[in-house]
């Protein structure tokens, strides 16, 4: 096959655009610190690099439910730590009460008291986390108590207290923290509040019955241990979750160093590797530039001129 000059010319011009191109390509790596800039690159590091970087953001999300979890086992425990501190001044103004030299007007000044726990308890039972009621279940954009209503239940001024309330402010509040995994964030207010609210009623109408006795005021204290424990079983309850998001947050913590290294030693560049790579490609061009600049000569028309 007859070799022309303009054949040589194509071929030298063609490799040393072949150069550039490779030249080019370590340089947005350096640039970069990526080995694929873009899916022609290598596929299949591409595919894998959208998994591991969708890893990574599923653990990030989880994290943030974490701090969402935090924030109401928290919060809930500071209110219900709360109710039981008006739980043991109660106690105190029972026993108070039952003093048989009180008078009935007495008891009336220590029954104001009493009525003022009993709303700092309803406060309590309404306690917010951001705009989510803590204690409404599922109905979180509605306090428990309302007016003289408890989980949409009217409350009677007498007779038997509600036991049945609105399913919705019972349901669990649940919160996923791992594929699969979900932690329920949400404390039952309906029925620990409904029992405490009920016991304060009682108190209440006993007090404002001039036939009553210290004795019948006294039988009360029972009733005030009795809401103290049920007040300490559910913060007990709560911090048992709160250990176990404390375990899975290490356990995140865990899974986003392993999903982070996955995902750099999939993408990331060996930087010493490329410059060693550029350093040795730029040799090559200087090289290729070297022998075009010889093939490239004055032909026998320049001559002729």
């Not at 406060?123 to 409404?136: R, V």
């Not at 949400?186 to 001039?210: C, K, P, V, W």
């Not at 490609?281 to 028309?301: C, K, M, N, T, Y």
């Amino acid at each position: 096959m007859r070799v022309t000059q303009s054949m040589l010319s194509n071929n030298m011009l063609r490799n040393l655009s072949t150069s550039y191109n490779k030249m080019g390509k370590l340089q947005d790596q350096l640039t970069t610190q990526k080995k694929v800039n873009r899916p022609s690159d290598d596929p299949v590091v591409a595919m894998k690099g959208m998994a591991y970087r969708m890893q990574v953001d599923k653990v990030e999300q989880y994290q943030r439910n974490l701090g969402e979890v935090h924030n109401w086992l928290d919060t809930t425990d500071d209110a219900l730590d709360h109710v039981g501190e008006a739980m043991k001044r109660l106690q105190e103004l029972v026993t108070d009460a039952a003093n048989d030299t009180k008078t009935y007007e007495d008891r009336q000044k220590v029954l104001k008291e009493i009525d003022q726990l009993r709303e700092q308890v309803r406060d309590l039972a309404n306690t917010k986390a951001g705009e989510n009621y803590l204690f409404s279940g599922t109905k979180t954009g509605e306090p428990l108590f309302q007016g003289e209503t408890i989980a949409g239940v009217a409350i009677p001024p007498d007779g038997d207290y509600p036991t049945a309330f609105n399913p919705s402010f019972q349901q669990p509040v649940n919160i996923e923290v791992f594929d699969g995994v979900e932690l329920p964030v949400n404390t039952d207010g309906a029925a620990l509040f409904s029992q405490i609210d009920d016991m304060f009623r009682q108190l209440s109408a006993t007090i404002q019955d001039e036939g009553k006795s210290g004795s019948d005021i006294s039988s009360f204290l029972g009733n005030v241990d009795d809401m103290q424990n049920l007040v300490l079983k559910e913060r007990a309850n709560i911090g048992a979750r709160q250990n176990r998001a404390e375990m899975m947050e290490n356990r995140l913590d865990s899974q986003e160093v392993i999903s982070k290294k996955q995902m750099s030693e999939n993408e990331d560049i060996d930087i010493e590797k490329v410059i060693t790579e550029m350093i040795t490609q730029e040799s090559v061009h200087r090289a290729a530039l070297s022998v075009g600049a010889r093939i490239i000569q004055p032909s026998l028309v320049d001559f002729l001129r």
